[in-house]
């Protein structure tokens, strides 16, 4: 029934509305028929809740989660001796199997664990904690006979909006009959902290969105709850979107828009929060959201409601600006009217998508008529906009801020964009610009707007305004080389400009090493710098790199004898190190900007330190032989203040999530591809880079990237003497993609074979085939296409791997964790140690907080003898060319030893001396608890290495039959090269 706007009588006046700011998140009435038997919450729970279901509830204010496991809701019967784990992103899974801290307890019919909720929060960006319950260390208690509503794919998870009230996951409550509404923002919703001085504001359809930032009128004030509200007449906002009703988002700062990506979709549309009027009865009029173009002269009218059939199938209530409407047609939904227009060539050269519809006189199934006429843009369907999109080249000339020899040239790539302005700033902190550049489009859809060198100094601080049929926009530069932070301002640099410290390149006589001798160490520059003692001033930065003092990064690296160091990814990434560097640690895999080095890792950001301090420390790293290679992430963006996405997510975005973190990129598009290619090149030219690591390579369109002629153009840009090093993390299911593109991989086959092995005496007879650089899985051309490592940022370490499997004694952990690295750096290919390795650093697999990643300074006197066995190893790999052979070698090269034990293994190297001058390596393994009997080559061997440490020249001779003991190995060689 039709209800007036008059008589409508809202539950929620100003006063309930003050009371509800004012509370916590626990007002709603408590459903006891849900909880297990003696659970007791201090949070009210929402009707629909089913904690047994769930497997959680809150508790204490949302302070606490308590996990509730029942058997009978997994159909699954428990006996008095099963044990049940909560396992999840919070602690690396399976690795949680065992753990006391992870054990629930059984009250009554249920289990129960309670921890705080700081301790599970969310490990994986912004998504809610995922977690499952694990019977025993193997049973995985699969949520199949649970409601959907409680799990994210096949897991469950912890959603704290739940609990929530209404208002402050929707964004706004109405009063007064529908005269008011109270904007409402809850940073915990947003997974926002926010400081002291930091401002609230609400931009929308109708405050012209991004113009708002900074205007008072449209600023929250903070509620003594920690909310932040504002007032207004309902009249003042009633201007709709494409929804048909009035959209908005919340603004933190000068230009830090918070994400609804979390939110339930019915609080949201076009990626806005909406306030809706209708959810207190049918009192407004259908209003258009889009009119899509689905065929030449096919149009699709979508309505906020059910329509009148009449109203809806007059063609005279359509005018294209551009064009006729010939008929019009109600689908079946009742919602999508189908037009039939004039052709429009959407292929046409240059063409623009600027043509528009007016539509007026619709009313919905009851009557309720448009109040005026509403003008949309024309969108296009994703297959005809494939077509539109692929119709446009790549440009061969530079964007961004291009620096010219009178000028600086801002030049912007927007497909749809109406228009757009260069806003420029003298201060990073400045809300306000005190000048704005008009840009104008040109061929290809580049805008561009240019000024005098005079006006854009060096360091000069801009931003882009641009204008779509969504709203307004004020984005970062998606080539701007430095920024302030992910969500700042962009920064122009000149080329060839030395701020201090850097004072020009010394490398000159540098060359990166040939992939034959490459030892990469992987890290994170805040892991490496942030506790140790020589750069404690300057930790997590990349100065802390630079400093040359007994036992700093710099001088422990050169004296470990690795010669290539790989960095976690250096790009401008989302964090919230502005805040808390350590609370809000990250690895870097959320990159915001392509061009622009991270800025947390600078002294200066507003300064371009992260610019000169980042150059600095390449350079020192080439002086002291060290090459650095950079893990990118180009296969996803960040979620969060992503320009990329701002100014076409369907041009640089598939829509899809294989990534895993949102927002993966079409880098099949010409404009992607080009921004992939010209990021690379500019950090090989103007940061001397000698190589990459590509995060989830088969997601980049790696087939069509790393083409021949791509390579060699990058080659030609490196400016260092030496190859260029290129690494993919190749998951697909075609791992040879690749094969013979010089692009070396990842060998997770590697790293799982050899940690089963070493730990639990599996796949024994995979050892020798691994050592023979994974020939065996046909993926590689040779043994430079293979980088082996059994231990990475992703990867639970060797010491936890050990420990998992049960071996408690120090010597035999020790031991194994030493046989792995015999195999590594005994193998053919590319060797790739994670920082700690050295020292039997212990962590869980991927928990990506600080504490559990920061390098500790103290395992190196700990474990200083295991750190001079990972240096023997380096040295004598480094000394013998039959370890680090380029080429595959015939079979007669490689020998397996065999042993009547399943669990051991034993090989040779250069066994038919096919490599003249060279000795033969022979490497004898017991990982085992039993003894294990080989038979070694004929001759005498001598004992380089074995469990006790490195000989040297003053190892012992052996032949014949020999025997090892549980968690034995040997390392000899037969000619009498010992070193």
Same mark, same amino acid.
């Given at each position: 029934?039709?209800?007036?706007?008059?008589?409508?009588?809202?539950?929620?006046?100003?006063?309930?509305?003050?009371?509800?700011?004012?509370?916590?998140?626990?007002?709603?009435?408590?459903?006891?028929?849900?909880?297990?038997?003696?659970?007791?919450?201090?949070?009210?729970?929402?009707?629909?809740?089913?904690?047994?279901?769930?497997?959680?509830?809150?508790?204490?204010?949302?302070?606490?989660?308590?996990?509730?496991?029942?058997?009978?809701?997994?159909?699954?019967?428990?006996?008095?001796?099963?044990?049940?784990?909560?396992?999840?992103?919070?602690?690396?899974?399976?690795?949680?199997?065992?753990?006391?801290?992870?054990?629930?307890?059984?009250?009554?019919?249920?289990?129960?664990?309670?921890?705080?909720?700081?301790?599970?929060?969310?490990?994986?960006?912004?998504?809610?904690?995922?977690?499952?319950?694990?019977?025993?260390?193997?049973?995985?208690?699969?949520?199949?006979?649970?409601?959907?509503?409680?799990?994210?794919?096949?897991?469950?998870?912890?959603?704290?909006?739940?609990?929530?009230?209404?208002?402050?996951?929707?964004?706004?409550?109405?009063?007064?009959?529908?005269?008011?509404?109270?904007?409402?923002?809850?940073?915990?919703?947003?997974?926002?902290?926010?400081?002291?001085?930091?401002?609230?504001?609400?931009? @929308? &359809?109708?405050?012209?969105?991004?113009?708002?930032?900074?205007?008072? !009128?449209? +600023? =929250?004030?903070?509620? *003594?709850?920690? /909310?932040?509200?504002?007032?207004?007449?309902?009249?003042?906002?009633?201007?709709?979107?494409?929804?048909?009703?009035?959209?908005?988002?919340?603004?933190?700062?000068?230009?830090?828009?918070?994400?609804?990506?979390?939110?339930?979709?019915?609080?949201?549309?076009?990626?806005?929060?909406?306030?809706?009027?209708?959810?207190?009865?049918?009192?407004?009029?259908?209003?258009?959201?889009?009119?899509?173009?689905?065929?030449?002269?096919?149009?699709?009218?979508?309505?906020?409601?059910?329509?009148?059939?009449?109203?809806?199938?007059?063609?005279?209530?359509?005018?294209?600006?551009? @064009? &006729?409407?010939?008929?019009?047609?109600?689908?079946?939904?009742?919602? !999508?009217? +189908? =037009?039939?227009?004039? *052709?429009?060539? /959407?292929?046409?050269?240059?063409?623009?998508?600027?043509?528009?519809?007016?539509?007026?006189?619709?009313?919905?199934?009851?009557?309720?008529?448009?109040?005026?006429?509403?003008?949309?843009?024309?969108?296009?369907?994703?297959?005809?906009?494939?077509?539109?999109?692929?119709?446009?080249?790549?440009?061969?000339?530079?964007?961004?801020?291009?620096?010219?020899?009178?000028?600086?040239?801002?030049?912007?790539?927007?497909?749809?964009?109406?228009?757009?302005?260069?806003?420029?700033?003298?201060?990073?902190?400045?809300?306000?610009?005190?000048?704005?550049?008009?840009?104008?489009? @040109?061929?290809?859809?580049?805008?561009?707007?240019?000024?005098?060198?005079?006006?854009?100094?060096?360091?000069?601080?801009?931003?882009?305004?641009?204008?779509?049929?969504?709203?307004?926009?004020?984005?970062?530069?998606?080539?701007?080389?430095?920024?302030?932070?992910?969500?700042?301002?962009?920064?122009?640099?000149?080329?060839?400009?030395?701020?201090?410290?850097?004072?020009?390149?010394?490398?000159?006589?540098?060359?990166?090493?040939?992939?034959?001798?490459?030892?990469?160490?992987?890290?994170?520059?805040?892991?490496?710098?942030?506790?140790?003692?020589?750069?404690?001033?300057?930790?997590?930065?990349?100065?802390?790199?630079?400093?040359?003092?007994?036992?700093?990064?710099?001088?422990?690296?050169?004296?470990? @004898?690795?010669?290539?160091?790989?960095?976690?990814?250096?790009?401008?990434?989302?964090?919230?190190?502005?805040?808390?560097?350590?609370?809000?640690?990250?690895?870097?895999?959320?990159?915001?900007?392509?061009?622009?080095?991270?800025?947390?890792?600078?002294?200066?950001?507003?300064?371009?330190?992260?610019?000169?301090?980042?150059?600095?420390?390449?350079?020192?790293?080439?002086?002291?032989?060290?090459?650095?290679?950079?893990?990118?992430?180009?296969?996803?963006?960040?979620?969060?203040?992503?320009?990329?996405?701002?100014?076409?997510?369907?041009?640089?975005?598939?829509?899809?999530?294989?990534?895993?973190?949102?927002?993966?990129?079409?880098?099949?598009?010409?404009?992607?591809?080009?921004?992939?290619?010209?990021?690379?090149?500019?950090?090989?030219?103007?940061?001397?880079?000698?190589?990459?690591?590509?995060?989830?390579?088969?997601?980049?369109?790696?087939?069509?990237?790393?083409?021949?002629?791509?390579?060699?153009?990058?080659?030609?840009?490196?400016?260092?003497?030496?190859?260029?090093?290129?690494?993919?993390?190749?998951?697909?299911?075609?791992?040879?993609?690749?094969?013979?593109?010089?692009?070396?991989?990842?060998?997770?086959?590697?790293?799982?074979?050899?940690?089963?092995?070493?730990?639990?005496?599996?796949?024994?007879?995979?050892?020798?085939?691994?050592?023979?650089?994974?020939?065996?899985?046909?993926?590689?051309?040779?043994?430079?296409?293979?980088?082996?490592?059994?231990?990475?940022?992703?990867?639970?370490?060797?010491?936890?791997?050990?420990?998992?499997?049960?071996?408690?004694?120090?010597?035999?952990?020790?031991?194994?964790?030493?046989?792995?690295?015999?195999?590594?750096?005994?193998?053919?290919?590319?060797?790739?140690?994670?920082?700690?390795?050295?020292?039997?650093?212990?962590?869980?697999?991927?928990?990506?907080?600080?504490?559990?990643?920061?390098?500790?300074?103290?395992?190196?006197?700990?474990?200083?003898?295991?750190?001079?066995?990972?240096?023997?190893?380096?040295?004598?790999?480094?000394?013998?060319?039959?370890?680090?052979?380029?080429?595959?070698?015939?079979?007669?090269?490689?020998?397996?030893?065999?042993?009547?034990?399943?669990?051991?293994?034993?090989?040779?190297?250069?066994?038919?001396?096919?490599?003249?001058?060279?000795?033969?390596?022979?490497?004898?393994?017991?990982?085992?608890?039993?003894?294990?009997?080989?038979?070694?080559?004929?001759?005498?061997?001598?004992?380089?290495?074995?469990?006790?440490?490195?000989?040297?020249?003053?190892?012992?001779?052996?032949?014949?039959?020999?025997?090892?003991?549980?968690?034995?190995?040997?390392?000899?060689?037969?000619?009498?090269?010992?070193?």
């Amino acid at each position: 029934m039709k209800k007036n706007k008059k008589n409508i009588k809202l539950k929620i006046n100003s006063i309930v509305l003050c009371t509800l700011i004012m509370c916590s998140c626990n007002s709603q009435n408590t459903v006891k028929k849900s909880l297990p038997p003696k659970i007791k919450t201090a949070v009210s729970m929402p009707k629909s809740f089913n904690t047994k279901k769930s497997g959680y509830t809150f508790m204490n204010k949302m302070k606490n989660v308590k996990f509730i496991y029942d058997p009978a809701a997994y159909h699954t019967k428990m006996l008095p001796e099963d044990k049940i784990y909560v396992v999840g992103t919070f602690n690396g899974w399976q690795n949680a199997a065992g753990d006391k801290k992870w054990e629930m307890k059984k009250e009554n019919d249920v289990y129960i664990l309670e921890k705080s909720y700081d301790e599970v929060a969310a490990k994986n960006g912004r998504n809610f904690p995922e977690f499952k319950f694990l019977k025993n260390k193997n049973e995985w208690q699969e949520p199949a006979y649970i409601d959907k509503k409680y799990t994210q794919g096949r897991n469950l998870f912890i959603n704290k909006d739940i609990f929530r009230k209404q208002e402050e996951i929707s964004g706004y409550l109405l009063s007064d009959d529908i005269k008011k509404v109270t904007f409402v923002f809850q940073p915990a919703v947003y997974d926002t902290e926010l400081g002291t001085n930091d401002e609230v504001f609400v931009v @929308g &359809t109708f405050n012209d969105w991004a113009e708002a930032i900074g205007n008072s !009128d449209w +600023k =929250l004030e903070k509620t *003594p709850a920690g /909310i932040y509200t504002l007032e207004k007449n309902v009249e003042d906002i009633d201007l709709p979107g494409g929804s048909g009703y009035p959209e908005f988002k919340f603004v933190v700062g000068d230009g830090k828009w918070q994400q609804v990506d979390k939110i339930n979709n019915k609080f949201k549309r076009n990626n806005n929060l909406w306030v809706n009027f209708d959810i207190h009865g049918d009192i407004t009029p259908p209003t258009p959201s889009k009119a899509v173009l689905t065929g030449k002269s096919r149009l699709v009218v979508t309505f906020s409601e059910p329509l009148n059939k009449n109203s809806a199938e007059n063609s005279v209530n359509y005018v294209l600006k551009e @064009g &006729t409407v010939k008929s019009a047609t109600l689908l079946p939904n009742l919602k !999508d009217v +189908k =037009l039939v227009i004039s *052709p429009i060539d /959407i292929e046409a050269e240059n063409y623009v998508i600027d043509n528009q519809i007016t539509i007026t006189g619709i009313a919905d199934k009851n009557g309720v008529k448009m109040k005026r006429k509403t003008t949309l843009p024309l969108t296009i369907s994703r297959p005809l906009l494939k077509k539109f999109f692929d119709s446009i080249p790549a440009v061969n000339f530079g964007l961004g801020a291009v620096i010219e020899k009178e000028k600086v040239e801002f030049r912007l790539f927007g497909p749809r964009l109406k228009s757009a302005e260069v806003l420029l700033y003298k201060k990073s902190e400045d809300k306000k610009p005190f000048k704005k550049l008009q840009m104008n489009r @040109g061929d290809n859809f580049i805008w561009s707007a240019a000024a005098s060198k005079e006006e854009i100094p060096h360091g000069m601080f801009y931003k882009f305004l641009i204008h779509k049929s969504e709203g307004d926009f004020l984005v970062n530069d998606p080539y701007t080389k430095a920024s302030v932070g992910s969500a700042g301002k962009s920064i122009v640099i000149y080329p060839g400009v030395k701020d201090a410290p850097f004072t020009g390149w010394t490398d000159g006589n540098y060359s990166t090493p040939s992939k034959d001798e490459v030892i990469i160490y992987e890290t994170h520059i805040a892991n490496l710098t942030g506790k140790n003692p020589a750069c404690s001033n300057v930790p997590h930065t990349y100065i802390a790199m630079t400093i040359d003092e007994p036992g700093s990064p710099l001088d422990y690296l050169r004296k470990l @004898g690795i010669n290539a160091v790989e960095f976690l990814p250096l790009h401008e990434y989302q964090n919230g190190a502005e805040i808390d560097f350590k609370k809000h640690y990250s690895w870097g895999y959320m990159t915001s900007l392509f061009f622009a080095p991270e800025s947390s890792f600078s002294t200066d950001p507003a300064g371009r330190k992260q610019v000169s301090e980042l150059k600095k420390m390449v350079d020192i790293l080439h002086k002291n032989g060290i090459a650095v290679i950079v893990d990118v992430v180009f296969n996803h963006t960040s979620n969060a203040d992503n320009a990329l996405g701002m100014i076409d997510s369907e041009y640089y975005f598939t829509g899809g999530n294989k990534s895993g973190c949102g927002n993966d990129t079409y880098c099949s598009r010409p404009m992607m591809r080009k921004l992939i290619l010209d990021s690379l090149g500019y950090w090989l030219s103007e940061y001397h880079i000698d190589g990459f690591r590509f995060d989830l390579s088969h997601l980049i369109d790696q087939k069509n990237l790393f083409t021949p002629e791509n390579i060699a153009k990058l080659e030609k840009i490196k400016p260092v003497k030496g190859n260029l090093i290129l690494i993919g993390e190749d998951w697909s299911n075609n791992r040879a993609e690749l094969k013979g593109t010089t692009v070396a991989r990842w060998n997770d086959y590697f790293r799982n074979d050899i940690k089963n092995f070493i730990s639990k005496g599996e796949n024994a007879k995979s050892v020798p085939k691994r050592v023979r650089w994974s020939k065996d899985k046909t993926f590689y051309a040779d043994p430079m296409e293979t980088v082996n490592y059994v231990e990475s940022h992703d990867e639970e370490t060797i010491a936890n791997k050990l420990k998992e499997e049960g071996w408690k004694k120090d010597g035999d952990i020790v031991n194994r964790a030493k046989m792995a690295g015999l195999i590594l750096f005994t193998s053919q290919g590319i060797p790739m140690i994670l920082e700690g390795q050295e020292v039997m650093r212990d962590k869980q697999v991927q928990l990506q907080d600080y504490e559990s990643n920061v390098f500790n300074w103290d395992l190196v006197k700990e474990n200083a003898g295991f750190l001079d066995f990972y240096k023997k190893l380096i040295s004598l790999r480094m000394n013998n060319p039959v370890l680090r052979l380029a080429k595959d070698q015939p079979n007669s090269f490689y020998k397996s030893l065999k042993t009547k034990n399943k669990h051991a293994a034993g090989y040779v190297l250069n066994a038919d001396l096919s490599i003249k001058n060279e000795p033969k390596i022979v490497v004898l393994l017991n990982p085992s608890k039993k003894e294990t009997e080989f038979v070694l080559p004929k001759g005498k061997w001598k004992v380089v290495a074995d469990e006790k440490g490195f000989y040297g020249k003053n190892g012992k001779e052996i032949e014949g039959k020999i025997t090892l003991k549980d968690g034995d190995f040997i390392l000899g060689m037969q000619t009498g090269t010992t070193e």
